[in-house]
Structure formats: C-alpha cells, structure tokens
C-alpha cells in the first residue's frame, strides 16, 4: 500500500538549505506482527519493490508481502512522490526545479528515519539495499547500527569511485546538452537529453557478454548494426514513459556524489568496522560499476562479513535478474 508522511518542522540538508516541510512516499505490505524487511531502491526504482523485484518480492514469492512486513521509502529526489525538484515549490505553486536543495545520501536516509519513526518500527530485522540503495542501506546501518539485526548489501560500495562519478556526470551533462533543460518552464523540459543519459547508464549497467547475449545481429550480410542502437533508444523512450523527469535525474546523479560513508567519522574503514547488523555482501563477477576486486576489498572491513560473489551475463543489473543465485543467498537470511 503506498502511503504518505509529510515531515514537518524544518528539514535542513546537508550540503545547505532547508524546506519547512517535505513529503515522503513509501509503501507498506504484509502483516505490522511480521518480520521487518526495509529495502532501499535503486536510482529510477519507486516504493514499490513489487514492480521493479517482482520475481522476488510479492504474494508467495521468498520475500512473501502475506508474511513479512516490508518497507520501502521513495528516496529524496526522485519523481516519484518524495520531495524534490519535481515537487510543487508552495510559494510558486510550480515545481521547485533548480530551486530545490542539493541532495546527498544522508539527506534520504534523514527521510527515511522520518517514515521509520512515524511507522513506530524499533527493530528492522533484514535491511536489503542494492546500488544505490546499498549506499542507502550502508550509510544507515552505520548512523543507527542497533537498528538492524541483519544487513544485505548488494552491488554497492562504501564510498563512490571515480569511475561511477564520471559516469554520472557524462550523464548529467547529456541532460545539459538539451537546450530545453536550462530552459526549465516545466518538467518536461530536458526530455531529449534524458533519454540520451538514460542510453549511456544502460551501457554501464550492462556488460560485453550481455550485450553480445542479447544484441548481437544474427543476419550476418547487415549493413548497419541497428539492434544494439534500437536497444539504446527504447531504454531512453522507455524511462521518459515511466514518468521520470529530467530535473530528479539530475539531482538524483549529483547525489551520488556525495556517498562517503566515512566523511566525518574517520575513514571508511572505521565506519565499516562500526556495523553491527550481521551483514551479506554480494557481488557480481561482471559488474563493470562495482566489480568485485573492488567489493572484495572493503567488504571484510564490516565484522562478521558473509561474503559472496554471483555470476552473471547482464552485468550490474544483475542484481535484479539473477533470480536464482540471490533466493540461495537471501533464504537463509529470513529464517530466525
């Protein structure tokens, strides 16, 4: 069920800047008595982890929304009902856009704190995050480590690496290279070059084996090699069609930047070191954005690590379709 909490009283950012009030969006599912399982979304997900981890969270599914009481809260940001730069601006009555606060990962874990609190939940007993959820799920695990009980960490890392942060920017620069982006009359300004960044994010996401899995011609006299291309333009028209604007797809890639879980706390070793929920890290052997020489190496900073590394053909996505490898990991972890 998606619902709503509207966090009043000032709401201060950490890179500057306040609202006197922001509205969070999260969906609830399951029994209130049952296991809590929180999970934190990925960068264009929603609330909703029915819609965008179907084979594995649902009625019946190993994450049962009948038996376990699962929690996800809409990150800061995005265009799909938590504040950001797609939300009305009250004094306006037109969206904030650029006049919205920067937006780092302790900002939506600020938020998501809002909904914990108001849900009265004082003991999470599986937080799950992936990507940049598992920035999210990482960064809380370690501001309120006697939260959690047990922590998942799936396609992440503990800080962002120069390779995602360039990323990131040539996406928002695709979106700057619209004319209709700077323009900024309304939310649909940027369209074009949203779609470009979403086109270039696939590639990331994605691996070599993946797309010659999936994208290679078969007809071997082609002139033009156009599946591949067309595979790129559906996923930017596709994006578009969801509703994601280009103005929280800007904020949303600045806030990556941000992510250092050990700014202020003296390192990233010692903010890993201070988790105390018995953690499963999982990587990907085909990640190209935290591949697994990478996670290899912070992963045994956390106490107790479970460590684990999955194959894939598709990349970093696949920590949404790997259906298989993840039930053998995550089962165990619902069982108390």
Known sequence: MIRQVLHTGPFCFEAGGQLDSIPVVYHTSGKRDGQVIWICHALTANSD????????????????????????????????????????????????????????????????????????IEKVDLLIGSSIGGFQALEWAVSNPGLFEKALFIATAPRISPWLAASAEAQRMALDADPTFRAAQSLQGGTEGLKCARAQAIIS????????????????????????????????????????????????????????????RGGVAKALGSIQAASTVVTIDTDNIFPPQEMGNWAPLIPGVDYHQIPSLFGHDGFLLETAALTAIIEPLLCK
């Not at 376990?68 to 809260?73: D, E, G, I, N, T």
């Not at 037109?94 to 606060?101: A, E, M, R, V």
């Not at 595979?231 to 930047?257: I, M, N, P, T």
Request: aromatic content about 16%; hydrophobic content about 35%; proline content about 5%.
């Open 49 to 120: 982890p029915e819609d965008w981890w179907p084979e594995m969270v649902g009625p019946g599914k190993l994450i049962d929304t009948e038996k376990y009481f699962v929690v996800c809260v809409n990150m800061l940001g995005s265009s799909y009902g938590s504040a950001g730069p797609a939300t009305t601006d009250p004094l306006t009555g037109k969206p904030y856009l650029f006049d919205f606060p920067a937006i780092t990962i302790r900002d939506m874990i600020q938020a998501t704190e809002c909904v914990r609190a108001h849900l009265g």
């Open 205 to 264: 996401y994605r691996c070599f084996e993946g797309f010659q899995h999936t994208q290679f011609e078969q007809d071997e006299d082609c002139l033009f090699s156009g599946r591949a291309a067309s595979y790129e333009r559906y996923q930017g028209e596709k994006l578009v069609r969801r509703g994601f604007d280009a103005y929280s797809y800007w904020y949303l890639c600045q806030a990556l930047h941000s992510h250092n879980l050990g700014r202020g």
